[in-house]
């Protein structure tokens, strides 16, 4: 197949397996309320922009919409002091960047996370130079399941979106990248994730051969 403009990664869960730690992160959370963490709560919570991710937390935890973005900066706390207990890339993800690096296709990444952590975490994990742009939850109005993260990712690298390949783990950064137009191609972090058609095809890493085909590369 021919090779895309460019490669999109999304972070927790596909490039680095951040979402131990941010499991972590939200059990002591809930914990801290005296609220316990359920399954339920994890896929809720997966993918969501900081101010979904809030408004959840504040219903869950019976606190008023207003401590949202309060909760969410607790649980970014939370998560940097898990990041110490260690942090590594998916499988297949440093050689498969090595590789669209060698075959000259531009890589970002596109994160709902916020800037501190995708830099520190990306940084922690020896993967941050394989990225020309990086994109996070910062740095647009509207995060996942809306378009706008993925749209700014391709207009930093400079190319059209309906010339990309998103990779995503995550029901809402499918969607996203699917309303910006790219093809999409998910490795799901959990069992039972429904994407509501926004995917193009499903793999069960990115060491997959037959993803590295759909990428136009030869596999490792």
Known sequence: MSAPAAVIFDNDGLTLDTEGLWTLAEERLFARYDTEFTAAHKLELLGKS??????????????????????????????????????SPMPGAVELLAALEEAGIPRGLCS??????????????????????????DDV?????????????????????????????SPPGAMSAHRAGMAVLVVPSFEGLDYEGAEDARFGSLADPGLWERLGLQPA
């Open 141 to 169: 109005e509207n995060g996942k399941p809306e378009p706008d993260p993925y749209l700014e990712t391709a207009r930093l690298l400079g190319v059209d979106p309906a010339d990309c390949i998103a990779l995503e783990d």
């Open 112 to 137: 709902n996370s916020p800037r501190p952590f995708v830099e520190r975490a990306t940084a922690r994990a020896g993967v941050a130079d394989s990225f020309q742009v990086m994109v996070t939850g």
């Open 50 to 87: 900081g101010l979904l991710a809030g408004r959840f937390l504040s219903e869950e935890l019976g606190l008023p919409q207003s401590a949202g973005l309060r909760l969410v900066g607790e649980m970014d706390e939370l998560v940097f002091e898990a990041m110490e207990e260690g942090l």
